[in-house]
């Protein structure tokens, strides 16, 4: 079992930085594979970002790629989302969630936290 817990969500202008984090519980953390997903109102969750179980390989959707960076301490049973050059566009809930061994579709997922609402103003 792995529990995930995100923060570091609010409101930001456009152009903007936010750092969001996801604590998980549970010794097995690093065996898991880490993606991010987000949720606007009326729209399908979808794939932000994931990390390997090592940090060695990261994906990114189009849409976030050269902006968004995820990252992960092992240490700290911590995945990290930077999101730099913040559009209106990717306002929405970030989700951040855990699979093993490897995966891109929110389906896949096994573990998921409850949110944090991101918020980007024009």
């Known amino acids: 079992q792995v529990q995930l817990v995100e923060s570091g969500g609010g409101l930001v202008q456009a152009g903007g930085s936010l750092r969001l984090s996801c604590a998980a519980s549970?010794?097995?953390?690093?065996?898991?594979?880490m993606g991010w997903f987000r949720q606007a109102p009326g729209k399908e969750r979808e794939f932000v970002a994931a990390?390997?179980?090592?940090?060695?390989?990261?994906y990114y959707a189009d849409s976030v790629k050269g902006r968004f960076t995820i990252s992960r301490d092992n240490a700290k049973n911590t995945v990290y989302l930077q999101m730099n050059s913040l559009k209106p566009e990717d306002t929405a809930v970030y989700y951040c969630a855990a699979t093993q061994p490897w995966a891109t579709g929110w389906a896949e997922y096994d573990y998921w936290g409850q949110g944090t609402q991101v918020t980007v103003s024009s």
């Open positions: 549970g010794r097995t953390f690093s065996s898991y594979a």
């Open positions: 990390i390997s179980w090592s940090g060695g390989s990261t």
